[in-house]
Every structure is written in C-alpha cells, then in structure tokens.
C-alpha cells in the first residue's frame, strides 16, 4: 500500500468500503475514515505526493478520477459527476487543478 506508514490499512479499507458504490464519493468522509483528516501537515504532503502521478506539484482532473487507486489497485475510478464536484471543492483559485495548500485545506475540511 502507497500510504503504509502514514494511514493504517484497515482505515484505509472502511473508507474504500464506504464509497464503493458509483456517485457515493464524499471527500469530507473519506478524509475522516481514512484518517487522513487527523494527520499532520507533512503526512498530508506525502499523501499528495503520491496522488501527484506526474509530480508536477498539482492534482489534476486526470489525477482525481483516479484518486481511489491510491489508496487501492482494486479501487474504483471517481464518476465523472465525483470527479467535477471533488475538483470544485478543492480548487479555491479557480486555475482548475489543486496545489498542495488547496489539498491541505480540503483534507482538513
């Protein structure tokens, strides 16, 4: 798992658990369940280090889709409709993708 070290698995799993099913997507929860939300500020980088996949120090629309795959090879792929919304929430100016302190606000929201 990408985020050994940083998040126990088996927060990792109910949080997966919790969105399996096509438009049930909900960043907020996820964040809590998973126990991002808890964690500090360095974890929070790591985690989007790794949800960069093309490290160019931003989360794009193409990066978000696939943002459960993070957490799990297994994982679903957000909806289009998932996608939208996430990237909505998390981008706060507005330039169509997420930096690193958007990220941050968004996992402590």
Known sequence: MAFAGVLKEADVK??????AAADSFNYKSFFSVC??????????????QIIDQDNSGFIE?????????????????LTDKETRAFLTAGDSDGDG???IEEFGALVKA
């Open 97 to 99: 993708k997420i930096g």
């Open 35 to 48: 126990g991002l939300a808890g964690k500090s500020f360095d974890d929070v980088k790591k985690a989007f």
């Open 61 to 77: 629309e193409d990066e978000l889709k696939l943002f459960l795959k993070n957490f799990s090879a297994s994982a679903r792929a």
């Open 14 to 19: 109910a949080a997966l658990d919790g969105c």
